[in-house]
């Protein structure tokens, strides 16, 4: 018996907006509302507004929330102040990746929030780790909408939502009114290569936090955009995604990593790894990318090879639209990692000739062939 796709709460709003849908992953999602490069350009020249509804969010509260928690994730949650925020890893004691979230703190409780399908897991962890401290961890996802609006004119649109300017510093945080709502409005790092701010809403008001949206943005030039072109955007900002980039067989050291780990913050868990390869070794790997000089992507999978030896694998592959041709991101050993080091990449019968690129694909104001 076919298995039926959890579907996004607003899903009759994104059908009635033109929303194709697709089942990849055991939702059935938005992948475009009709021309995912228009979508893609709205985001590069004006703005564009995603549901990322199928992220989980856990709240996390008691007084020991912010010690526990120093000592379980990579990055100086100790650090920060009410209103500030960053980027986490939950590692093992290998140093690999069990999950990789953002770190919001309140004045009485933290959010954490994690892809589609790692709250529970990550949270029957954590709980094994959990002796005397007091600390509460609650899913809270079903009752959380949450929306991205990416593009350079972000701050505009966010402005004319909630009459309060977007704050400035990456995960920075605070409470807005989106017309009678409360939500909470959050800088984002760079998913997009473009400004970037999530909101979040009470699922109660989804509906009405993104109609809300849509009419704020519509004098920036503001779309929906589906899945087809955040992959292409993301890709192209060289963003890996958990689950599709990343999984419990990557070292932290092995992706673009600084904007989730401290080296000065002391102890947690997986420290000795990724201190130790950082100041005493490398890795033999990492993520890459990858350009291709022809007109077709490989499939995730395929194999990256190189002198004749497997050298790596695509993560992922999309047809760049900065750049007018397939791109992609995979592991590669670290002995083929120059950039321009010609590759071949093999997806079944089909052979592709590539070379090897720096991350980002895309910066503001400047794209590499």
Not at 130 to 138: D, G, R
Not at 292 to 299: E, L, S, T, V, Y
């Amino acid at each position: 018996m076919k298995s039926v796709a959890n579907r996004l709460p607003l899903h009759a709003l994104h059908a009635e907006n033109g929303a194709v849908f697709a089942s990849p992953c055991g939702w059935e999602l938005p992948f475009s509302y009709g021309d995912p490069e228009a979508e893609y350009r709205a985001v590069r020249t004006a703005a564009g507004l995603c549901d990322s509804s199928t992220s989980e969010v856990v709240e996390v509260t008691g007084r020991d929330r912010v010690s526990f928690l120093q000592g379980m994730l990579s990055n100086d949650v100790k650090a920060l102040a009410p209103g500030q925020g960053c980027l986490a890893a939950f590692l093992d004691a290998h140093g690999k990746v069990q999950a990789l979230l953002t770190v919001l703190v309140l004045e009485d409780r933290l959010l954490l929030t994690l892809g589609s399908g790692l709250a529970a897991k990550t949270l029957q962890t954590l709980d094994k780790y959990l002796i005397s401290e007091k600390a509460y961890f609650k899913d809270v996802s079903a009752e959380t909408a949450l929306f991205m609006v990416a593009g350079p004119k972000t701050p505009a649109v966010i402005e004319r939502l909630t009459g309060e300017p977007l704050l400035s510093t990456p995960w920075a945080h605070a409470e807005r009114k989106a017309g009678d709502v409360a939500i909470r409005v959050v800088t984002g790092g760079g998913e997009t290569g473009e400004s970037e701010a999530w909101l979040y809403a009470p699922a109660s008001a989804g509906e009405h936090v993104w109609r809300a949206t849509i009419e704020a943005g519509k004098p920036a030039g503001l779309r929906p955009v589906g899945v087809t072109a955040l992959d292409v955007l993301r890709v192209e900002a060289g963003a890996p995604w958990y689950g599709h980039d990343v999984d419990e067989t990557v070292l932290l050291p092995e992706i673009p990593s600084e904007p989730y780990v401290s080296y000065t913050k002391g102890c947690y868990i997986g420290q000795e790894i990724v201190a130790r390869i950082k100041y005493r070794g490398h890795v033999n790997r990492a993520l890459t990318g990858l350009t291709f000089d022809g007109d077709r992507a490989p499939k995730p999978g395929a194999v990256i090879e190189a002198e004749g030896k497997d050298v790596g694998r695509v993560t992922s592959a999309v047809r760049s639209f900065a750049l007018n041709r397939p791109i992609a991101l995979g592991f590669v050993r670290r002995e083929h990692l120059e950039p321009e080091t010609a590759v071949t990449v093999k997806d079944n019968d089909l052979t592709l000739a590539a070379r090897i690129t720096a991350l980002p694909f895309y910066r503001r104001g400047s794209t590499r062939p």
